[in-house]
């Protein structure tokens, strides 16, 4: 078993920052990539950034310039850093990860999803 545990999140006033955090923990071989979706009400699940374990990153051009992920492979964690938010960031974020178990089964896990709320 695999899990995924998120901190972070909040209400911020717009122009603000928040600091999401995940940890995975369990039966790992190894993490291939690691990642921040989100969801607004009404809307799809979207990307908001990806960092692969060899360090390449992806940014939803949304977030551009305003957002930073970063990861630690020895930790099993990965962090989003949201600077400049705007009320359409309003979302529930969910961390995501690829992930080789010890049965060296590969599946794709999602956190329980933590809310973010910008008001203007």
């Known amino acids: 078993q695999v899990q995924l545990v998120e901190s972070g999140g909040g209400l911020v006033q717009a122009g603000g920052s928040l600091r999401l955090s995940c940890a995975a923990s369990g039966s790992i071989f190894s993490i291939n990539s690691m990642g921040w979706y989100r969801q607004a009400p009404g809307k799809q699940r979207e990307l908001v950034a990806g960092i692969t374990s060899g360090g390449t990153i992806n940014y939803a051009d949304s977030v551009k310039g305003r957002f930073s992920i970063s990861g630690d492979n020895a930790k099993n964690t990965v962090s989003l850093q949201m600077n400049s938010l705007k009320p359409e960031d309003t979302a529930v974020y969910y961390c995501?990860?690829?992930?080789?178990?010890?049965?060296?089964?590969?599946?794709?896990?999602w956190g329980q999803g933590t809310q973010v709320t910008v008001s203007s």
């Open positions: 995501n990860a690829h992930i080789t178990t010890l049965l060296r089964d590969r599946y794709t896990y």
